[in-house]
């Protein structure tokens, strides 16, 4: 059984930084794209960034969040800094069985539980 496990989120403040963390289990996802969602109250759920063999960003995250991973740990992580109030959100891990990118949630076949995230102005 295929398992995504998110954990990192938390409280910070404005400027700060967090390191989010998904580990796989169930089967290895090294050789396929993982990437990760937010969600904000009252909001749909949106795309943040991806990683397979090359790394995509929204637009309004670029050069401050970097998505990475560790195939030994089967872990992808998401370093988020000068954080801003509107980066609250409930934040997802998710992969697909396609080395293919894509910002679309429905074309991701494994979704983690959340972990939110809270930035405080």
């Known amino acids: 059984q295929v398992q995504l496990v998110e954990s990192g989120g938390g409280l910070v403040q404005a400027g700060g930084s967090l390191r989010l963390s998904c580990a796989a289990s169930?089967?290895?996802?090294?050789?396929?794209?993982m990437g990760w969602f937010r969600q904000a109250p009252g909001k749909e759920r949106e795309f943040v960034a991806v990683?397979?063999?090359?790394?995509y960003y929204t637009a309004s995250v670029k050069g401050r969040f970097t998505i990475s991973r560790d195939n030994a740990k089967n872990t992808v992580y998401l370093q988020m800094n000068s954080l801003k109030p509107e980066d609250t959100a409930v934040y997802y891990c998710a992969a697909r069985l396609s080395v293919l990118s894509t910002t679309t949630p429905s074309a991701y076949d494994y979704w983690g539980q959340g972990t939110e995230v809270t930035v405080s102005s």
């Open positions: 990683i397979s063999r090359s790394e």
């Open positions: 169930g089967r290895s996802f090294s050789n396929y794209a």
